[in-house]
């Protein structure tokens, strides 16, 4: 499975900005997507998920501002970022693993490059 981020970009604080990463393969609805972010200087660290079955689960940094889904039809998942903060920049990956869901990057195999994400005060 390759993966190919794109919508990333340079915003003010309160904007919005949706992120796509399209899957190659077959199998992309049998896998868990999920997207996942790293600051300068930070680790990286988890911001959402969505499963087979679309249940999605959030950082708490981020519930009720972004919003994770996916269209298996054209193998993609997006993640749609509302009332955007400058703490939210950082590249941001997408990521695809075999596990129902999880928030830890060992259990993801497939990376996609990453995306700028900057949001200016």
């Known amino acids: 499975v390759q993966l190919e981020e794109s919508g990333g970009g340079l915003v003010q604080a309160g904007a919005s900005l949706r992120l796509s990463c399209a899957a190659s393969g077959r199998t992309f609805s049998s896998f868990a997507m999920a997207w996942f972010r790293q600051a300068p200087g930070k680790e990286r660290e988890f911001v959402a998920y969505?499963?087979?079955?679309?249940?999605?689960n959030y950082a708490d940094s981020v519930k009720g501002r972004f919003t994770i889904s996916r269209d298996n039809a054209w193998n993609t998942v997006y993640l749609q970022m509302n009332s955007l903060k400058p703490e939210d920049t950082a590249v941001y990956y997408c990521?695809?693993?075999?596990?129902?869901?999880?928030?830890?990057?060992?259990?993801?195999?497939?990376w996609g490059h990453g995306v700028q994400v900057t949001v200016s005060s």
């Open positions: 990521a695809a693993g075999t596990y129902s869901g999880s928030l830890y990057t060992n259990d993801y195999t497939y």
């Open positions: 969505i499963n087979w079955v679309r249940s999605t």
